[in-house]
């Protein structure tokens, strides 16, 4: 498990201006799993130091645990971006409609299933969602169902959907030739500029990076009609008082308990 920035701020004035970036894994995880040597965060932690936290979840599924784990990772790092992968991403969608989180999310391969979660994103905040072709275990259809709704609902200035060939662990993304674009009517982020010349790139074909989709979500915060990047912790007291934030832990604390 990563350790929180422990300053405390909201201020992305760093080194390299780069967002606070919370990663949340998919399911399928046991006592002997090490999910922080999996590709996306080993990936993730090389592209922002100190300003990456994730927390490995345990018997992931327990969804409520996964909530409540995710919901305090919120409050303790108070990230900019947060990223999720296949379960992660109805985890995502179940914070924000708890109101744990309201800011830009990234959605990888987000293993929705009908009946079960909500394909109505939340309006008013920035969304980016990543799919893949081959996806094994969450068909392609059903992602272009549930992105297809979500696109005509919020808009290109609120959500962008982007297809690569890859199957569900979507692992091209983070490697160094990149993930293979394919075109949905959404476009593309383009070729890397610094990325190593392949057939690929010399057939045209465009190539996509998982810290693009990363900085994607971050630019829309700007183009989302009335979003307010201050009140992205829309159950989080806005205060420096130690005392008003162990009060609104105590209260968030109790809410998750009777999740």
């Not at 080194?15 to 399911?27: F, N, Q, R, S």
């Not at 072709?133 to 969450?138: A, K, N, P, R, S």
């Amino acid at each position: 498990q990563d350790s929180p920035d422990s300053t405390g701020s909201d201020s992305v004035a760093m080194a390299d201006d780069l967002p606070k970036v919370l990663y949340i894994h998919g399911g399928g995880s046991t006592d002997n799993t090490d999910r922080t040597v999996e590709p996306f965060p080993v990936y993730l932690r090389g592209c922002y130091g100190k300003r990456f936290h994730m927390v490995e979840m345990r018997l992931t599924h327990d969804f409520e645990a996964c909530i409540r784990m995710q919901a305090a990772a919120i409050r303790e790092f108070r990230p900019d971006v947060i990223i999720g992968r296949s379960q992660g991403g109805p985890t995502i969608m179940q914070l924000i409609r708890r109101k744990f989180w309201a800011g830009p999310s990234v959605l990888c391969c987000p293993a929705v299933y009908p009946g079960i979660d909500d394909f109505v994103l939340q309006q008013g905040l920035p969304y980016v969602v990543l799919s893949g072709t081959d996806d094994e275990q969450v068909p392609y259809a059903r992602l272009i169902n549930f992105c297809e709704r979500n696109r005509k609902r919020l808009g290109s200035g609120s959500f962008r959907w982007h297809t690569v060939v890859d199957r569900h662990a979507l692992q091209t993304c983070v490697e160094q030739t990149g993930a293979q674009v394919v075109e949905n009517g959404e476009g593309s982020l383009g070729l890397k500029k610094d990325a190593p010349e392949t057939k690929d790139s010399k057939n045209g074909n465009k190539r996509l990076f998982l810290r693009e989709l990363i900085q994607e979500a971050w630019d829309l915060r700007l183009k989302v009609a009335g979003y307010d990047h201050s009140k992205r912790f829309p159950s989080t007291l806005d205060s420096s008082s130690p005392s008003a934030r162990r009060q609104q832990r105590g209260r968030n604390e109790k809410t998750c308990r009777l999740l």
